[in-house]
């Protein structure tokens, strides 16, 4: 049995997120990719994209990519998606962005 935590919906998510990768024998930017892609295709809230933000970074992708990626699906997933991901994208970019922002206050 597991043991109890404060945050199990985190937790879990994080648990299912290193299975993943671990299971999974995609070099990290197709990794990333693909989750992007996924994130779009379900039509995932900003929130979804934050946890992506980081590792899409240390995988070494670009702002291009991610476009591509959106292009590449726009006729699969359909236009309201690809333009509510880009949205989000963008949101979770500012999110991200303000966090690191007010950290960075905090330091001084």
Do not use: W
Not at 41 to 70: F, M, R
Request: with cysteine; net charge negative; proline share 6%.
């Amino acid at each position: 049995m597991a043991t109890a935590s404060e945050t199990p919906v985190l937790d879990t998510l994080a648990a299912m997120t290193v299975d993943s990768v671990e299971r999974c024998r995609l070099a990290p930017e197709t990794f990333m990719l693909t989750r992007i892609a996924a994130l779009a295709a379900s039509d995932a809230p900003p929130i979804s994209y934050i946890a992506h933000i980081n590792p899409a970074i240390q995988a070494g992708l670009t702002a291009e990519q991610l476009q591509d990626v959106l292009v590449a699906i726009a006729p699969v997933v359909g236009t309201a998606r690809v333009m509510t991901a880009a949205g989000n994208i963008a949101k979770a970019l500012g999110i991200t962005i303000a966090v690191a922002d007010t950290e960075a206050q905090r330091q001084v």
